[in-house]
Nanobody
Framework: QVQLVESGGGLVQAGGSLRLSCAASGSISSRNVMGWYRQAPGEQRELVATITSDGTTNYADSVKGRFTISRENAKNTVYLQMNSLKPEDTAVYYC?????????????WGQGTQVTVSS
């Protein structure tokens, strides 16, 4: 059973910064992908950024140059540094952990943390 606990959301003015953290616990493969997704009211959940266990990153075009994803493998923790925040970044941000099992995949989500950017 994998658990993900997020922290770091909040209210910030446009142009400000926030840092999200997500700590994973449980039985976790050392080869995995951790990521952040977000969902705004009335919208579908969308990819923000992902990072593999060997450090390969992927970003949504809308956040490139403003957000940075990083991780500490020893702590099974992923971070999302968000700079130059815009009102359109307002959403619930979800942490995700994905890895392969002997049969199938383990795909886990955190409970979500609210990020609100005021104009």
């Amino acid at each position: 059973q994998v658990q993900l606990v997020e922290s770091g959301g909040g209210l910030v003015q446009a142009g400000g910064s926030l840092r999200l953290s997500c700590a994973a616990s449980g039985s976790i493969s050392s080869r995995n992908v951790m990521g952040w997704y977000r969902q705004a009211p009335g919208e579908q959940r969308e990819l923000v950024a992902t990072i593999t266990s060997d450090g390969t990153t992927n970003y949504a075009d809308s956040v490139k140059g403003r957000f940075t994803i990083s991780r500490e493998n020893a702590k099974n923790t992923v971070y999302l540094q968000m700079n130059s925040l815009k009102p359109e970044d307002t959403a619930v941000y979800y942490c995700n952990l994905l890895f392969s099992l002997l049969r199938g995949k383990s795909n886990s989500w955190g409970q979500g943390t609210q990020v609100t950017v005021s104009s």
